[in-house]
Nanobody
Framework: QVQLVESGGGLVQAGGSLRLSCAAS????????MGWFRQAPGKDRVFVAA????????SYSDPVRGRFTISRDNAKNTVYLQMNSLKPEDTAVYYC????????????????????WGQGTQVSVSS
């Protein structure tokens, strides 16, 4: 089992920044890649960003590319999502997730490829 705890969400004005953190604990040795997803009210959960175990490979959805940066600190078992130039449409609950070594990096945008999920953190962007 892997436990994931997100933090760093909050209310920010459009154009502002937030940094989300996701701390992993438990059987993290089998982690292959980690990702962030978000779910806006009344909408499906969608992919935001992903990062490989080494950090050498990253992946972003089109709406956030160039504004968000995903990174990780394996010594701390923590993945981050730096969010800049926030827009009202970024308002959502943000979830981090982890995929085991049995998963495939080329499927990193697919939610079903992830094995464990955090409880989510709310990000609200006012106009």
């Amino acid at each position: 089992q892997v436990q994931l705890v997100e933090s760093g969400g909050g209310l920010v004005q459009a154009g502002g920044s937030l940094r989300l953190s996701c701390a992993a604990s438990g059987r993290t040795f089998n982690t292959y890649f980690m990702g962030w997803f978000r779910q806006a009210p009344g909408k499906d959960r969608v992919f935001v960003a992903a990062i490989s175990w080494s950090g050498d490979s990253t992946s972003y959805s089109d709406p956030v590319r160039g504004r968000f940066t995903i990174s990780r600190d394996n010594a701390k078992n923590t993945v981050y999502l730096q969010m800049n130039s926030l827009k009202p449409e970024d308002t959502a609950v943000y979830y981090c997730a982890t995929a085991s070594s049995a998963r495939r990096w080329f499927r990193n945008r697919i939610g079903s490829e992830y094995d464990y999920w955090g409880q989510g953190t709310q990000v609200s962007v006012s106009s």
